[in-house]
């Protein structure tokens, strides 16, 4: 096996040894793998052999599902599942191995896509920006609350036909039902219904806030068969929906229970499967989906939202794939498309039965986005085509023709599909749903299908996208490889589109790129290959969104020059400004230019901004002065940004621990700068950037002999958690992981290797924001390397007091190129690239590098929402992703450390950990705060 073999293995012993319960439900959230043997009879003595393998018993091993022998689960109840995705597709290689098996996939929990109608819901979540940006339309919804029905002829099929889907049962894996006027409990068969991550037979949703999609399997089974009295309306509404609870997010990279919910269709003798949900390629999916056809079922499933190709099952060349339109038969703004894609329905502003968390059990309607309500649309349509002419006759038409009836619906459906003008058929299916034509065709006319199927790469004008879709395509070849290393090829194909388009970066987990598998690596085939070329050189970091609310600030009062002791109001900002102020202002702005531009390696591009915004300045700050920062266009608002950091926020760029004074005496801090020049050498000295196999993911600084503290989130970047019940967790660092305390963050003569985690806090971070929780690691780093030794600590600040006290600080860190979520307008007006790309030209950023960003605490510790600890406090300094982990000074005595940089967002507020309160606390022991230096 490869080099990484013995620490996957020694990372499953962890896991072993953490597990504590003997649960077979297929709970979300924990480690698990599913294991596809080579023969049935293999199972013998499997138990045994991985008992071996672990050196311990605890774990659950089962068979999926009777009707697919050769496929079992293993897994690890209790376990939260704290490891990386390439980690754990790294431990499934090795016991795939090991255990002679055709295939050993391990659930992921991943994101792949946005679910743009869950992510409008909540605007805190980190997917919301590219949310807006990619796939949400700002189209204004139809008034007619009938209208996708009617757009897909269903009011006219329902004349042809009145049983209106009477007697069909489709079969939903989704998130589970939740109750509501528009869902009559006539048309859910509770009675063949089951949660499969709950472990019964209820599938009610709980609308729990803390999972990704809660309220969804609501909407969705609504636009199938809501009835007709209701101010909505489903395609089917005489029609019955079965619940099947399989998944509490619908961005699956969890296949097991989907595989089982399908399994579990199988058995109630379901007509359809309609599945809004989909991932990355799973075996036991694609098993479970050969069955399911093979028994005469109906298997339709969503395209995918925000990632342009299509998503799995929805890949899959025997599932019926939906693609999105509009209210003008225009493709959805969000929609995937491939020659994967079967048919097109609408998915914007759809009206929905709506749920939420915290709704007080009042159900709503409301127009909801996404390829969910396509596929449903279409699922409702297949059942009053099978009501029109009867189970039993169209399975004896399939029969004749030697065909499955998902095969004769198809050839059905892409017949009588409307062609709108100007269709591109090889991205969108046959046309949209026209039920009416459908229901008219008599069987025997059904024309049989064309079987003029293409390879995305071979599409005319095949988009970028399309050699992710080869390898969602081609993983579902039966060749040895394919199988064995399918679902980790197309997750790390979709991950690479993520790197590679900025806009779709705030779908990506962790800075740190993920690496393949050892036996992947080995035996990549070359599609995977030039598919990984489109991940971006540079990460795109994201600064976790904020769930609080910032405080509001002023930039007024940063702007306007004022005289030495004139108290910074709003009154006297606007006073200066109305005198001599902004001229002073406008001499300020064009100083500062002049001398970036001779700093900077300058470009007409960046030349031309800086004149634009030279020549902005005083029409954008009278504007601001009259009107305030809420009335100003997103041109004003970069503007604004701009100059705030210019004059009172800027970020000076540290060479040889050291700030240039020119730039310096244009902007507010040249007296404090001035004083405090002899100790910013040490103070630089001792902050290094944190990479992993070169990579940049963050930035630290050095606490102690041998101590370096960053965030636990930029921790999670670099090593992978095994949490274990009443007994803390192991740490188990990635290769390569580095801190480099040079400049410029190249050369290796002030790099030092990263050992591996001393102290951490004990809640997962993840992407999210939670004031009660400690972001902060500290790190077990060595002390010299070949050519130099660990810099020395300036020392930490010991006095909370001083967190509680509003003064000015500083931010010492390297920040990183910024990604779309990180840039969102927090007007919400706009999220786009332009604010950042703007800036960018602008100040010359050399991103990746480090910079000394002065500020002020706005809010002091004690006095942040939400803060139970009394151990945040929020300032204003410039910060950017890759800040995360950044040193935050004081000016007092000889700069020394008083906050952990942890969270903050462009235009809006950053937030930072008061060390004297974490000293305080039990989060980070006493052996380990004694090593550390403090004032």
């Known amino acids: 096996m490869g080099g990484d073999t013995v620490i996957e293995l020694d990372i499953l012993r962890s896991v072993c040894e953490a597990c504590d319960a003997e649960d077979p439900v297929l709970r979300p959230g924990i480690i698990r793998f599913e294991l596809e043997l080579k023969r049935p009879d293999d199972a013998g003595g499997l138990e045994a052999h991985i008992a071996g393998l672990l050196k311990d018993g605890r774990f659950v091993l089962q068979p999926l599902d009777p009707l697919l022998p050769t496929f079992y689960v293993l897994q690890f109840p209790g376990v939260a599942r704290t490891i990386a995705p390439d980690r754990l597709f790294a431990i499934a290689d090795y016991l795939a191995g090991e255990l002679e098996l055709v295939s050993c996939t391990p659930d992921i929990g ?81 009675d063949l219904a089951i949660d499969i991550v709950g472990g019964d037979k209820d599938p009610a ?131 995937s498309a491939g020659p994967s894609v079967t048919i097109a329905a609408p998915a914007e502003n759809v009206y929905v039965a709506r749920r939420t968390p915290n709704d007080l059990g009042i159900g709503t309607v409301s127009g909801g986005q996404g390829t969910s309500f396509a596929v449903t649309t279409t699922a409702g349509v297949a059942a009053l085509w099978l009501a029109r002419f009867g189970r039993d006759k169209v399975r004896a038409e399939a029969k004749r023709r030697g065909v499955s009836v998902q095969a004769l619906f198809r050839a059905a459906l892409t017949a009588t599909a409307r062609r709108p003008a100007r269709w591109n058929s090889w991205l969108y299916g046959a046309g949209v749903v026209d039920a009416a034509a459908l229901l008219r065709l008599a069987l025997a006319k059904i024309p049989a299908a064309t079987g003029n199927e293409i390879a995305p790469e071979a599409v005319p004008d095949a988009p970028e996208s399309a050699a992710v879709a080869q390898v969602f395509a081609d993983a579902q070849s039966t060749d040895v490889v394919w199988a064995r290393y399918g679902a980790e090829a197309s997750y790390l194909a979709a991950d690479a589109w993520r790197r590679g388009d900025a806009g779709r970066s705030a779908l990506l987990e962790t800075p740190a790129r993920p690496l393949p598998s050892p036996g992947l690596q080995a035996k990549a085939p070359t599609v995977l290959k030039r598919s990984l070329r489109f991940a971006n050189a540079v990460p795109h970091l994201q600064a976790p969104i904020l769930a609080p609310t910032p405080p509001a600030r002023h930039p007024l009062t ?67 002065a009259s009107d305030g920062e809420a009335a100003l266009s997103i041109e004003g608002r970069i503007v604004t940004e701009a100059l705030v950091r210019l004059k009172g926020r800027p970020a000076f760029k540290v060479e040889d621990g050291a700030i240039s004074s020119k730039h310096a005496e244009f902007t507010d801090w040249s007296a404090l700068l001035t004083a405090a020049k002899q100790y910013l050498p040490a103070l630089c000295a001792s902050v290094g950037r944190i990479d992993v196999a070169g990579a940049h993911v963050g930035t630290g600084w050095v606490a102690g002999p041998g101590l ?228």
């Not at 609870?245 to 990279?253: G, M, N, Q, S």
């Not at 390397?785 to 300036?794: D, E, G, I, Q």
Request: aromatic fraction near 6%.
């Open 205 to 335: 949703d709980p609308l729990d806030p803390s999972f990704a999609n809660p309220g969804h399997g609501t909407a969705t089974a609504s636009v199938v068969v809501s009835r007709e009295r209701g101010q909505m309306v489903g395609t089917a509404p005489a029609a019955s929906l079965v619940p099947i609870r399989c998944t509490t997010d619908v961005k699956i990279f969890d296949g097991t229970p989907v595989a089982a919910a399908i399994l579990h269709a199988v058995k109630i003798k379901a007509d359809i499967i309609t599945m809004s949900l989909g991932g990355i390629f799973s075996r036991s999916i694609s098993a479970a989906i050969g069955v399911a056809v093979d028994r005469g079922l109906i298997v339709l499933a969503a395209a995918g939202n925000c990632v342009n190709f299509v998503v799995y099952p929805a890949s899959d060349d025997r599932v019926i794939a939906v693609a999105g339109v509009d209210s003008n038969d225009k493709p959805w703004k969000g929609t």
């Open 708 to 935: 370096v503290v960053t965030n636990r989130h930029v921790a999670e970047a670099i090593a992978d958690v095994v949490v274990k019940r009443g007994s803390g967790s192991k740490w188990f660092m990635r290769d390569g992981v580095t801190i480099n305390f040079s400049d410029n963050g190249r050369g290796n003569e002030l790099r030092f290797k990263v050992k591996g985690v001393a102290a951490a806090g004990d809640a997962q971070i993840g992407r999210s924001v939670d004031f009660a929780h400690l972001d902060m690691v500290v790190l077990d780093v060595e002390t010299e390397n070949t050519t130099a030794k660990l810099p020395a600590t300036v020392g930490l600040t010991g006095d909370p007091g001083e967190a509680a006290t509003l003064q000015d600080i500083a931010v010492v860190g390297y920040p990183a190129r910024p990604d779309r979520s990180a840039l969102e307008d927090p007007s919400g007006k706009e999220a786009t690239e332009t604010i950042g790309g703007r800036l960018a030209m602008i100040f010359g950023l050399d991103y990746g590098r480090k910079y000394f960003s002065p500020g002020t605490i706005v809010q002091a510790a004690g006095g942040v929402k939400a803060d139970g600890n009394h151990w945040i406090f929020s300032h204003d300094a410039t910060t950017l992703g890759g800040s995360s982990g950044s040193a935050i000074i004081t000016f007092s005595n000889d700069l020394p450390i008083l906050g952990l940089h942890f969270a903050g967002q462009v235009m809006t507020a950053n937030y930072a950990h008061s060390l004297a309160a974490v000293k305080q606390s039990p989060f980070i022991g006493a052996d380990v705060t004694e090593r550390m230096v403090w004032r």
């Open 110 to 190: 991943s994101t792949l896509y946005a679910e743009p109608d869950a992510h409008r819901l909540d605007r805190t979540n980190p997917e919301s920006a590219a949310v807006d940006a990619l796939c949400w339309s700002k189209a204004s919804a139809p008034t007619d609350f009938h209208w996708s029905a009617k757009a897909v002829r269903a009011p006219e099929a329902w004349a042809i036909s009145p049983k209106k889907g009477a007697g069909i049962i489709v079969a939903q894996p989704d998130t589970g039902v939740a109750s509501h006027p528009e869902l009559d409990t006539e048309a859910l068969r509770f």
């Open 558 to 624: 940063i702007i306007a020059p004022l005289k030495p002791g004139q108290e910074s109001t709003a009154e006297n900002a606007r006073a200066s400004l109305a005198g001599t102020g902004l001229r002073d202002l406008q001499d300020l702005i064009e100083g500062t230019l002049t001398q970036i531009e001779s700093q900077t390696e300058s470009t007409p591009e960046a030349t031309a901004a800086r004149r634009d915004l030279l020549n902005s300045t005083e029409a954008v700050v009278r504007q601001l």
